[in-house]
């Protein structure tokens, strides 16, 4: 268990809808970054977020945004969704606000978009 | 432009079979290269950094190494429970430096 919890486990929706994926990074961690798996692209980061704050952007999306609240989980929105948007997206969490390669990630949240 | 390409993309091995994953890197200059293990339906798990040419990590049959272009997770008589996604990550030390992943080696141990 790597102590990043992630929320729902499962979720399958129709195009063009809205889906708010959740994460609670590990206590004491105040960096969160999400990722996309998919079979064809691999983990491809989306964003960063350090202490409530914007850190680093990757390859996100405009359809898609997160935010940070003050008691530090996250949130990852997706809307207007397309079938290519099914992936597995996967929240992890640091200490350090640098981008940092040793991550602990969440056991994820697959969306299946039809 | 900055890439992680991983081979081979799948390995089966018997028990006790040892063998080598190879991670080839290409970035403009590294800070770190990393390790981890996914098993299916679940998030990758840490294994190793590793920061310079030379450094060799270690954890139980697993051992990683690292050359200027590439990196190597050596698998000594494997056991099933082995079996797993393994993906290797280089972060770039340029100031826009994001973790790039890898396609991962899946690896089947057989009994």
């Known amino acids: 268990d790597s102590g990043v919890t992630q929320t729902p486990k499962h979720l399958i929706t129709a195009t063009g809808q809205r889906v708010t994926l959740r994460c609670s990074p590990r206590?004491?961690?105040?960096?969160v970054y999400w990722y996309q798996q998919s079979l064809d692209q691999g983990l491809q980061f989306l964003i960063q977020y350090y202490n409530g704050e914007e850190r680093a952007k990757g390859n996100i999306l405009e359809r898609f945004s997160a935010q940070q609240f003050p008691d530090l989980h996250s949130e990852l929105n997706l809307s207007s969704l397309e079938l290519g948007d099914s992936a597995l997206y996967f929240c992890?969490?640091?200490?350090?606000?640098?981008?940092?390669?040793?991550?602990?990630f969440g056991e994820g949240s697959r969306l299946t978009v039809l | 432009e900055d890439q992680v390409t991983q081979s081979p993309e799948a390995l089966r091995l018997q028990e006790g079979e040892s063998s080598s994953l190879n991670c080839s890197y290409t970035?403009?200059?590294?800070?770190?290269l990393f390790w981890y293990r996914q098993d299916p339906g679940k998030g990758p798990e840490f294994l190793f950094t590793?920061?310079?040419a030379g450094e060799e990590k270690e954890k139980e049959r697993l051992k990683a190494t690292l050359t200027k272009k590439e990196s190597f997770l050596h698998i000594t008589a494997p056991k099933p429970e082995d079996s797993a996604t393994y993906l290797c990550?280089?972060?770039?030390?340029?100031?826009?430096?994001?973790?790039?992943f890898g396609q991962g080696t899946t690896l089947q141990v057989k009994p």
């Open positions: 992890a969490s640091s200490v350090s606000g640098i981008h940092t390669g040793e991550l602990f």
């Open positions: 990550a280089v972060l770039p030390s340029s100031n826009t430096g994001k973790l790039i």
């Open positions: 590793l920061y310079s």
């Open positions: 970035v403009s200059g590294l800070r770190g």
């Open positions: 206590s004491g961690d105040l960096s």
